[in-house]
């Protein structure tokens, strides 16, 4: 840099020695000098002002100035015990010197003021007397030989006061000119080079102002920047001199404290105060002058990074110790040494490091990083500059420092060695060279000579320094953005030096600091940086998988978590690198040959082994988080593999001759989990009884009614080579996705049942994972277990239908420890991981419809559902006598648990094995209302059908258990011919609503082919013949009962004349008459009889009658299944019989209200399900704002897309026409409603369309299992305008009630029904209604009731529903200037008018994809820094396959919004919403009745 310009290290040691013969007194005897000193320096000191007032000098001319200069210079050359008159002769220079002041001093004689800078530069001459070394003196003034301490610190003290006196100087006079700057920068540098340039020695005078001599010089130098730019002579100089001076920790520590401040200020200037401020001590700051321009600093800061050479030549303690001071302390040293040997340079290790932290922090600053900041997840400045701009200023001295002690390290030496061998010796011995490196020759000393503290692995710690910083450097690079392949080539060589792992297998600080920085190396498209892929794998085989990680470090601190944290994350970045090349070689940098040559394929099963050892052994909740995310990534990458690039079929992979025992094979493959070595043994066993197991492959999947409905596959294949299926041969079994899959379902239950537990968000993650993981369909599942036994019907098992059962037997003791935990630690976060326990489990039994057939099973999860409602269970253990419901005191662990108890329970009885129905899975409910079923009945005339009201009518609606909506239609419907008893309900419960017809048969109706009555076969032909009848006299009396004998008891009964005699004869007379006249009625009937046409003789015929089409059906139906039944109290007991009513099992509700139709239609309105929405965008690169953004979507503008946003948008769900779709649309006006209505038909007619939008104009896309429904919206410009026309609205009748605004009534029966007028909110609680509580005989008991208090609280919702965006980046950087305000316009739903607060940006949830060039694609999580806001499966900066794209973002926008309702307190669940409807609904409309008034007004018709 300043090779043409001489330097001024001569001058600089010329002034040094000739200091002392400044003086005339030198030609004088010493004793004879110091009194002429002595007498004159008091008398001048006693004028300055310090003892007493000042008075003007009385030196007036040039010449009397210029002798007692003499006198002065001389006296500061005296020996040091002479302190008290060196101390004033220091004094008066230090006032003189305030003639360069702008108010000099009264004491500065006139000659000095008028001239100055000429007596200025003479005083700082002659100051070197000061500092340079007594003659006749070895060095006393630096070695502690013949002086004592306290005179260093006395002398310490009075360069201290010319230091102060110069700087000061320096800062305010004006009328210095260049040749005084020159001057003073030329004296600095002297007295550096005297105190600094010898070996240091402990507490001698340079030890203790090396500081401050350096600090004064830089200061002075910067400021001479400003006011006299230095030539570069005198930069040449400095450099040459901080060469001298590099064995001194201060020099780099004042070098580096320099460097940040002019950083700070290069940064405001050349990226603008957008660019984040560099943030130093205020002291530091205050180095750079106020007036130094930006062209000033640009120089400045070049001139001083430059300024002390190479760092790496800090390794070469030869190179240091060259100067003749070290030569000088060699020869003088008692046993002999050499000059490296010399006990200072032991800090070289450590000062190395001090430089590569300041090129490191320099770095940082560029980058706009904190000082702080370490590891992964600090986002870097947009505005930062190129990595190739950073690389050009320090990438000599970082590459040079990476390779310090590595293999190519070590072979330069050797050949410098050589070539200095051949040399002679005059081309070795330098003088006074500042610009020493690496390149240049070493001495001739033996590397072996260096004591241990100098050996080559002591700079570990600066050469993991700057290795790091390399890593920073090239993580920084933007989307698209060119690093020289120079460079490139030159940090992968420097990495692959420092990844190679040592026999003892110990992390080190170099391995430490790569993983720490490298965190975004693999996700950058940096050329060819997988060929270091065999590298980290190794290095995180060290790191992940030891639970107790041993850092072999020196100087370097490392957080053990942090560094497992960025080793995770360059996990993430990898595991899907193997499926994706598949047989692509990868390629040694070194090796030349193919020996070492890895394929990616290969290397599949040892990143399998380490996440599963990382998940084993780790105990940060942050890092499980993510290892969780990274394994349900892997099985799902692997399961979707093999569906897709496999097809399944491929028999050729996974089948030999033997299918039995190859069978066999892939069960045994799965023994990492630990399973029994033989599972058909295991399943006789559990089966018991003697049987016989078979295996043979079925070709249909027993889940195969989960795919009944006929909707695309979400899932992309790309093309597969043909090499890759012979690779697989040679792939262990454990890779493939079945093995994956046990593997992963043993490890998480076994560390959430053994460690997970207490945490919160790392057991949801775990819950998360397993719920994804059963809904995997793995190939081995085709393959059955069939188990035949004598005694039962036919029993057929999965392969992995033991792990599956494991697995739930494994949740459900997860749900009892939680349960049984002592209330102390009965708190929200534990009640929210029962609930997502509960969640859990339905998602494997919806999957697993099988395990419902194992009874174990089914009596676990039955037991777990009732330890859920009841806070009990019936059989705490198997011998015991099982307690009955009315028994038991009904105390479940909260209100949330039991609620999710019971829609577990809903689930197993309901949907297990039957979803999705034939409404297909956007409904769980029927599709069927009054309206749709009043079309269909023949009474109902077309024109009368157009309105709800008039089809309500015709229904009877009932209400039993205060939750339930019976409609009943007493009316067949048109399709049914059969004139039976005939009813049709519609049932409307919390979990949805059910259509029924039921008949009442006399037969069962295969036995009912025959026509219910026959033709009349007529009566056969009556007979004339008249029978010949005797007349006979009719005997009332045997005839012999005149001779028997009476008795006593024959005279009991009065004759009639007794009678007579007893009543009178009128009484009798009476009685004859009746008798007579009714015998002459009887007689006249007759007569009459035999004269109608009706007679007998008349021979009319015997019709059947009519049929019977008029059924009280509702009452047959009523009392058949026990409605009907009325309770009776016992007056007795004083619990029964005082508080409330009775409560009916059946309440009546008034249909006559017009506000009924309305209410029922909110009702329907709720789903039973819950519902998020996802809203797409599509980034272009730079765009940043919304409209730019929504722009995208347009047809024009659509067609420049990246087609794999196309095939992702395919993958998250299914596409639906909003006006022929049941369920969720992403807006609340048009969900949840009936296909073909009046309204979506006219909606229809209204909307233009427009195929390629799925904006929900017209399609959306959507996806829905049992629990949940999810729509993604990609928003356009009519988003906003659809937004602005219903957002004033109301828009929906439903919206208030969907989000849970409704009054919100207290849970329990009609007996509290006078205190359910009060809205409640619906929160946490563990109290129980006590005061209403039955006694044991009763029939049931009283369900607990929400928390009674916060009666006034508001009831909208606290919090809006979660606002969850994809966000599709061609630019990796946008996100940061993503317009997260600006889009929420887009983004409504209607329901955020019944919140409280409006969705705000800071409550987002945004998943950006950014696809790589690889095909790749790279994920960024952004959302609120809440305890539970990030969910699994994707984690922040995770790398996914396009295979499993759609799918993993689907799972992670659904288990962020379940989190999100967990952690929120007022949530309620879909089924209690609708409860809480119902009895809303019961409250406006019910019908107070009494027993009989009910009865009749069942016997009363519809309209």
């Not at 001239?115 to 007594?134: E, G």
């Not at 509580?1333 to 609280?1353: D, I, L, S």
């Not at 809006?1360 to 997260?1380: H, M, Q, T």
């Not at 007022?1466 to 009745?1489: F, T």
Request: hydrophobic content about 40%; glycine content about 6%; aromatic content about 6%.
């Amino acid at each position: 840099m300043y090779s043409e310009w001489a330097s001024l290290s001569a001058q600089i040691t010329a002034n040094s020695c000739g200091a002392q013969c400044f003086s005339v007194l030198n030609k004088f005897p010493a004793s004879a000098g110091r009194e002429v000193v002595v007498s004159v320096v008091k008398q001048l000191g006693t004028n300055l002002g310090i003892t007493q007032n000042a008075e003007p000098s009385h030196l007036v001319k040039d010449e009397e100035v210029k002798w007692c200069m003499d006198v002065i210079c001389f006296g500061l050359s005296l020996p040091l015990q002479e302190h008290e008159t060196i101390k004033d002769c220091v004094n008066v220079y230090c006032e003189w010197l305030t003639a360069l002041h702008p108010q000099p001093r009264i004491s500065v004689p006139k000659p000095i003021c008028e001239d100055a800078n000429l007596y200025a530069r003479q005083i700082i001459n002659h100051f070197h007397n000061l500092f340079v070394p007594r003659q006749g003196e070895i060095l006393p003034f630096l070695y502690q030989t013949t002086l004592g301490a306290d005179t260093i610190k006395r002398q310490a003290v009075l360069c201290h006061r010319v230091l102060r006196t110069l700087q000061q100087t320096a800062q305010i006079s004006q009328l210095m000119d260049r040749q005084t700057w020159d001057t003073l920068l030329l004296f600095l540098l002297a007295i550096n080079e005297i105190l600094l340039a010898p070996p240091t020695v402990k507490d001698d005078v340079g030890d203790q102002l090396c500081e401050r001599v350096l600090s004064v010089l830089f200061e002075v130098w910067l400021l001479a920047c400003v006011r006299s730019f230095p030539s570069p002579s005198m930069w040449k100089t400095l450099q040459e001199s901080c060469a001298m001076w590099r064995h001194r920790v201060a020099l780099v520590d004042q070098w580096n404290r320099v460097n940040l401040a002019l950083t700070a200020r290069l940064l405001e200037f050349s990226y603008g105060p957008a660019f984040p401020q560099l943030k130093n001590a205020d002291e530091d700051n205050q180095l750079i002058p106020i007036g130094m321009s930006n062209d000033c600093v640009a120089q400045t800061w070049y001139r001083f990074l430059r300024m002390i050479g190479n760092p790496t030549a800090l390794c070469s303690p030869h190179l240091i110790s060259k100067s003749s001071h070290f030569v000088q302390w060699a020869l003088t040293h008692e046993k002999g040494a050499e000059t490296h040997q010399h006990p200072c340079l032991q800090q070289l290790p450590q000062i190395f490091l001090n430089a590569m932290k300041g090129i490191s922090s320099q770095v940082d600053a560029f980058l706009a990083l904190p000082l702080t900041s370490m590891g992964a997840g600090v986002e870097l400045a947009v505005a930062r500059p190129k990595c190739n701009s950073i690389l050009h200023v320090f990438h000599e001295w970082l590459f040079e420092a990476a390779h310090i002690g590595g293999d190519t390290w070590r072979q330069n030496r050797k050949k410098q060695a050589c070539e200095a061998s051949k040399r002679p010796s005059s081309m070795i011995m330098e003088h006074r060279k500042g610009s020493i490196s690496l390149s240049q020759p070493n001495s001739l000393n033996d590397p072996q000579s260096l004591p241990p503290t100098l050996t080559i692995d002591k700079y570990e710690s600066g050469r993991a320094e700057a290795i790091g910083t390399l890593c920073k450097i090239f993580c920084a690079k933007k989307t698209g953005e060119e690093i020289l392949p120079v460079y490139l080539a030159r940090f992968y060589m420097a990495l692959q030096q420092c990844l190679k792992i040592t026999e003892s297998r110990e992390c080190d600080e170099t391995l430490a600091s790569i993983l720490l920085h490298s965190s975004d190396l693999f996700r950058l498209d940096l050329d060819g940086i997988n060929v270091l892929l065999p590298g980290f794998i190794a290095a995180l085989e060290i790191v992940l998988p030891d639970k107790d990680l041993k850092l072999k470090t020196q100087s370097m601190v490392f957080n053990r978590t942090e560094l497992r944290r960025s080793a995770i994350n360059i996990l993430l970045s990898i595991m899907v690198l193997p499926l994706h090349y598949q047989t692509l070689p990868i390629r040694d940098l070194t090796s030349e040959t193919s020996e070492k040559m890895y394929t990616f394929i290969q290397l599949k099963s040892r990143l399998m082994n380490i996440l599963m050892n990382a998940l084993q052994v780790e105990t940060d909740a942050q890092n499980t988080h993510m290892l969780l995310g990274g394994l349900l990534l892997c099985v799902q990458d692997a399961v979707t593999f093999e569906e897709t690039e496999l097809g399944g079929g491929n028999a050729s992979l996974s089948h030999n001759s033997s299918g039995v025992q190859h069978h066999e094979a892939n069960l045994l493959s799965s023994a990492c989990s630990e399973r029994s070595a033989s599972l058909v043994s295991a399943g006789t066993a559990s089966l018991g009884g003697q049987t016989t197991a078979t295996m043979g492959a079925g070709s249909g999947s027993i889940r195969d009614t989960a795919s009944a409905h006929d909707y695309p596959s979400l899932t992309i294949s790309d093309d597969m080579s043909f090499e890759f299926g012979q690779e697989l041969e040679g792939v262990t079994t454990y890779d493939n996705a079945h093995a994956l899959f046990v593997r992963a379902t043993y490890l998480v239950c076994h560390r959430l049942i053994s460690s997970w537990k207490t945490d919160l968000n790392v057991s949801l993650a775990a819950l998360e994972l397993l719920s994804g993981l059963a809904r995997l369909h793995i190939r081995e599942t085709d393959t059955l277990v069939k188990i035949y036994e004598a005694s039962q019907n036919l029993t057929i098992i999965s392969s992995d239908a033991l792990e599956c059962k494991r697995a739930v037997k494994w949740i459900c003791d997860y749900i009892c420890y939680q349960c049984s935990r002592p209330p102390p630690a009965h708190s929200k976060d534990l009640h929210s991981t029962i609930v997502a326990a509960f969640q859990c489990t339905a998602a494997w039994l919806m999957q697993h419809p099988y395990l419902l057939q194992d009874k174990d099973c089914l009596q676990t999860v039955l037991e777990v559902v009732e330890l859920g409602i009841s806070g009990t269970k019936s059989q705490t253990k198997g011998t015991d006598i099982p307690k009955f419901k009315d028994e038991k005191e009904l105390k479940p662990a909260s209100m949330r648990v039991r609620d999710a108890a019971e829609n577990l329970l809903t689930i197993i009885l309901e949907q297990v094995g039957y979803f999705p129905s034939e409404c297909g899975p956007e409904s769980i409910s029927s599709l069927l209302d009054e309206l749709a079923l009043m079309k269909h009945c023949n009474s109902m005339v077309p024109a009368a059908a157009a309105s709800s009201e008039q089809a309500i009518a015709k229904f009877k609606y009932f209400v039993t258990e205060n939750s339930t909506i019976l409609a009943l239609l007493e009316e067949p419907l048109g399709n049914d011919q059969d004139p039976q008893p005939t009813v049709t309900l519609l049932i409307r419960g919390p979990f949805g609503r059910h259509a029924w017809t039921m008949q009442l048969r006399h037969l069962p109706r295969s036995k009912s082919g025959i026509k219910y009555h026959a033709v009349n076969p007529g009566r056969p032909i009556p007979m004339n013949d008249v029978t010949q009848r005797p007349e006979c006299e009719q005997k009332n009396f045997p005839d012999g009962v005149d001779k028997v004998q009476p008795c006593v008891a024959d005279y009991s009964i009065p004759t009639i004349e007794q009678m007579r005699e007893q009543y009178g004869a009128a009484s009798i007379r009476e009685l004859e008459a009746m008798l007579e006249t009714q015998s002459i009625h009887e007689k006249l009937a007759w007569a009459e009889a035999d004269t109608s046409a009706d007679s007998l003789s008349h021979g009319q015929e015997c019709v059947p009658p009519a049929v019977c089409h008029e059924f009280h059906a509702a009452r047959l139906f009523l009392s058949h299944f026990g409605f009907l039944g009325f309770e009776t109290r016992n007056p007795h007991n004083p619990a029964e019989a005082l508080g409330n009513p009775p409560q009916r099992p059946l309440i009546v509700l008034d249909t006559k209200s017009t506000a009924f139709a309305a209410d029922l239609e909110r009702l329907d309105k709720l789903s039973a399900r819950t519902h998020d929405t996802v809203y797409v965008f599509y980034v272009k690169s730079g765009q940043t704002s919304a409209q730019q953004i929504i722009g995208n979507m347009s047809e024009e503008q659509s067609a420049g897309h990246d087609p794999h946003f196309a095939s992702m948008l395919q993958t998250l769900g299914w596409p639906v026409q909003v006006t022929e779709h049941s369920g969720w649309t992403g807006f609340a006006h048009n969900s949840w409603s009936l296909k073909g209505t009046p309204e979506e038909q006219q909606l229809k007619i209204n909307t233009a369309a427009n195929e390629l939008n799925y904006n929900g104009s017209q399609r959306v896309l959507y996806w829905a299992d049992v629990s949940s429904e999810i729509a993604f919206v990609v928003p356009t410009t009519w988003n906003l305008r659809h937004n602005s026309d219903t957002g004033g609205d109301g828009a929906s009748i439903s919206s208030a009630d969907q989000i849970g605004t409704s009054n919100v009534w207290a849970r329990g029966e009609a007996d509290g029904m006078s205190g359910l007028a009060k809205s409640k909110s619906r929160n946490l609680s563990l109290e129980l209604d006590t005061h209403n509580r039955r006694e044991p005989g009763a029939k049931e008991p009283v369900p607990p009731t929400r928390r009674k208090g916060n009666v006034t609280k508001p009831t909208l919702l606290a919090q809006a529903p979660a606002k969850i965006f994809l966000v599709w980046l061609e630019s990796y950087e946008d996100y940061l200037n993503f317009p997260l305000e600006d889009v929420l316009a887009y983004t409504r739903t209607g329901e955020e008018l019944h919140t409280l607060q409006l969705p705000r940006a800071t409550d987002c949830h945004v998943i950006f994809v950014h696809s790589l060039l690889s095909g790749l694609l790279r994920v960024k999580l952004q959302g609120p820094p809440g305890r539970m806001s990030f969910a699994t499966p994707l984690v922040d900066g995770m790398v996914l396959s396009r295979r499993v794209v759609g799918n993993l973002v689907r799972q992670t926008a659904l288990n962020i919004s379940r989190r999100r309702r967990l952690d929120n307190d007022n949530y309620q669940p879909p089924h209690v919403r609708r409860r809480l409807k119902v009895q809303d609904i019961v409250q406006k409309y019910k019908m107070d009745l009494s027993e009989a008034e009910l009865l009749a007004h069942l016997f009363q018709r519809a309209i």
